[in-house]
């Protein structure tokens, strides 16, 4: 059982923003942000997670996201979260058991 079996009931949905490249009639190259996969996870700010997480993150992180896998997510990626995105830093595995990822978030203005 990983740790987010245990606290299931505060699971928030994610959606994982990508960019969709298209042309416009006059032939600029346009690039639209579009949501991909919805992933479940648990949103804590950074000195909660600090209490249950041994990690470190960049100074700049202020919430943490955990979930089940890395999903390709990668430093630089984007989560919306209840309408916010957010600025994703590189997923950490916990434990190094592959069953539970943090991934240290800030929000984009």
């Known amino acids: 059982m990983s740790f987010l079996d245990v606290v299931s009931d505060m699971m928030i949905p994610a959606s994982i923003l990508t960019i969709a490249v298209t042309t416009d009639s006059d032939g600029n190259v346009v690039e639209t942000p579009t949501t991909g996969e919805t992933i479940w996870g648990v949103k804590y ?26 999903y390709g997510i990668h430093k630089g990626s984007e989560l919306s979260i209840n309408g916010v995105t957010w600025a994703c830093d590189e997923p950490q595995n916990v434990a190094e058991l592959g069953e539970v990822f943090t991934i240290g978030i800030r929000r984009k203005a």
């Not at 700010?45 to 041994?54: C, K, P, V």
């Not at 700049?60 to 996201?65: A, E």
């Open 45 to 70: 700010n950074r000195s909660e997670a600090a209490r249950y997480f041994s990690k470190e993150w960049a100074n700049d992180i202020t919430d943490v996201f955990v979930t089940h896998d890395d």
